[in-house]
């Protein structure tokens, strides 16, 4: 045997679908033959889906209830599409490279999340996400353009390199909402797939699509999995020149993938809370609080007299009953759990201490108010402080909103996305919240390269790019953070690994080896591009075989060529001509769980095959295990 290729595109969002059906409902599958591998391969058996679901399920009618709009069919394929790009590192514009679990990526982030679904699906705890508004003015994405169709468009800054288009999104536009929806739904339908089954995602939107927004997340999270719909104050004072009503906040839309799971960590408690525990009778279990033990509409069997302790007779008031049965209040009276008053002659009401609260914090609540998380104006001039008081971005969130979204539904530990992520406020409020509460809270930001203005402030002052201010943003706040707690913050990552999106590292082979001459029947053996080197050839392969871009790397040199080691083994590599004994030897030493070479490493099969034969001795793989662990590229 010799060792396979490597499947270099991202997941198959179909695939996907049918794995998941698999799961809960093998009997409507069944084999077929595949007519140009001849194969067979699994599929859905419709009948049999149907007697399944029984009455469940409806064909398209006129009038059933769903939301749509032109170009959302084609938004769904698009979720279903692999992509065959790629995330190459940037070590030079990275901070800590070697030791940062951090990640900013650069790219259309349609295209970034699929390429992270097999290294981080089911992997992130908490998704905020500040999408454009569609106010006329703001960048849109429109996925299905391609970039040989125009070359204008590449002219004029329209698309970039890639192909990805980018315009504003004028009313003039005939389907101004219709491309909006198709843009957040594809993507919303992606990111789902990253979050973990207690995951919960945040959404900033204003008036203009809050409403489209919540329908399209009631369809793909759940109408039951909708946790709230928080109302941020973001402006304080009128703005006089309004026609109308002066706009003075936002919605924050917050989605869990599933809301059973999902669990609310609270608000931190305020000293001002706290003050309201106390201990007059020197309870052991510590400061209590007690809260009225009636309720209403009465329950008949809840209606009797207590004694209070000076002897005094108390019913419920009128209407109303006690929520303690006879013996559940018997018990908590035996367990001095009752609390009459300091003169034993007051209404009993049930002692509640602070020590046995189900969760640390306070419940939030759906207002938040711009004294409690700042606002607009005021994170403007925050970041504006960070640059030396220059003004290079408009609008930013403030990083005390994002923190209380990251500490309401993450644990200390977990890996928080944005992918719309602008200046990086939530890059900011995790290395803040970690610095606070001794977290090591991850992220992975994703922002489209979107140029900044030629007159403004920002392209002046050498910022020609939005990730370009936002990677300085990252590094100015780290540093300013540590600066603040140089004692508690010596261990803080505030570091980061920088890829950006970008073509196939491989060149496309479409012809038959007839059709070439002998000057290019090189590519056949050495298919890679000439601009690639070892590092994006090793991430490419990591984001194809699902293992995390955060994770530790070292590398080093046997018989004059390189070994690339990831976190201890978990993927070891070589990529260069002519591997000897030694670098297999080499390599097996490490105990790997996959190995890695480029097809151009072996100048015959048999070498090819001698090397798989080598390792599978040398790791006591089984010929299953070795197929699946040891792949080329």
Same mark, same amino acid.
């Given at each position: ?84 790009? =790629?995330?190459?590192? %940037?070590?030079?514009? +990275?901070? @800590?490279?070697?030791?940062?679990? $951090? !990640?900013?990526?650069?790219? /259309? ?86 979050? =973990?089954?207690?995951? %919960?995602?945040?959404? +900033?939107? @204003?008036?203009?699509?809050?409403? $489209? !927004?919540?329908?399209?997340? /009631? ?415």
């Amino acid at each position: 045997m010799k060792p396979n290729k490597l499947e270099l595109n991202s997941v198959d969002g179909t695939q996907l679908n049918l794995e998941a059906l698999y799961q809960i409902a093998p009997s409507c599958f069944t084999e077929v033959k595949d007519d140009k591998t001849g194969e067979l391969r699994r599929v859905v058996n419709f009948t049999a889906l149907r007697q399944l679901l029984g009455d469940n399920a409806v064909e398209d009618t006129d009038e059933m209830y769903q939301f749509t709009w032109p170009g959302k069919q084609e938004a769904r394929r698009e979720v279903a599409r692999p992509t065959t790009k =790629t995330l190459r590192p %940037v070590v030079e514009d +990275s901070v @800590d490279w070697d030791n940062t679990q $951090n !990640l900013y990526i650069e790219g /259309d982030n349609l295209e970034v999340l699929k390429l992270l679904q097999k290294s981080y699906m089911g992997k992130v705890k908490m998704i905020y996400i500040d999408p454009p508004y569609n106010t006329g003015n703001d960048f849109v994405y429109d996925d299905d353009f391609a970039a040989s169709q125009d070359d204008y468009d590449l002219f004029a800054g329209n698309i970039d390199e890639l192909g990805n288009r980018y315009r504003k999104n004028t009313e003039t536009n005939g389907r101004f909402h219709s491309d909006w929806c198709s843009m957040m739904y594809s993507r919303l339908m992606v990111a789902r797939s990253l979050l =973990t089954e207690d995951g %919960v995602i945040f959404i +900033s939107i @204003d008036d203009n699509e809050q409403k $489209n !927004l919540k329908n399209i997340c /009631d369809e793909i999270y759940g109408s039951t999995n909708f946790l709230a719909q928080v109302i941020w104050e973001r402006a304080f004072s009128p703005i006089n020149l309004m026609k109308h009503f002066s706009p003075s906040h936002d919605y924050i839309l917050v989605y869990a993938k599933n809301g059973e799971n999902a669990v609310c960590n609270g608000i931190k408690r305020s000293e001002e809370a706290n003050d309201r525990y106390s201990n007059p009778d020197n309870d052991p279990r510590g400061v209590w609080s007690s809260s009225d033990i009636s309720v209403g509409p009465a329950i008949q069997e809840n209606v009797y007299t207590i004694t209070t302790p000076s002897g005094r007779e108390v019913e419920p008031p009128a209407g109303r009953s006690w929520s303690l049965s006879r013996k559940a209040f018997r018990e908590r009276l035996q367990d001095n759990r009752i609390w009459f008053g300091p003169d034993g002659n007051g209404v009993p009401r049930i002692k509640r201490f602070l020590s046995e609260l189900r969760k640390t914090g306070v419940t939030p609540m759906t207002i938040w108010k711009h004294t409690e998380v700042d606002h607009s104006q005021g994170a403007t001039q925050k970041l504006a402080k960070l640059f030396d008081g220059k003004k290079y971005f408009d609008y930013p969130k403030p990083v005390t909103l994002i923190q209380r979204c990251i500490s309401l539904y993450s644990n200390k530990d977990s890996l928080i996305l944005d992918f719309f992520s602008g200046s990086s406020t939530t890059a900011h409020a995790v290395m803040q919240l970690n610095a606070e509460d001794g977290g090591k809270r991850k992220y992975i930001m994703v922002q489209l390269p979107e140029e900044t203005p030629e007159d403004s402030e920002a392209r002046k002052a050498g910022y020609n790019t939005i990730p370009e201010i936002a990677k300085e943003r990252i590094r100015r706040a780290g540093k300013k953070i540590k600066e603040e707690s140089p004692l508690t913050t010596q261990n803080l990552d505030t570091g980061f690994r920088v890829f950006r999106l970008a073509d196939s590292n491989f060149e496309e082979v479409k012809k038959a080896p007839e059709e070439y001459d002998q000057s290019q029947l090189d590519l056949f053996l050495n298919n890679v591009k000439s601009d690639r080197t070892d590092l994006d050839l090793l991430f490419g392969a990591m984001l194809s075989w699902g293992v995390q871009l955060s994770l530790p790397m070292t590398s080093e040199e046997v018989d004059g060529k390189m070994i690339y080691s990831v976190n201890d083994g978990d993927l070891v590599a070589c990529f260069a001509d002519d591997i000897t004994e030694n670098i297999v030897k080499a390599m097996a030493d490490k105990q790997p769980l996959r190995v890695l070479f480029r097809d151009s490493c072996f100048a015959r099969d048999d070498a090819k095959i001698n090397v798989f034969e080598t390792l599978k001795q040398l790791l006591d793989w089984s010929e299953e295990e070795a197929i699946k662990n040891i792949k080329v590229i």
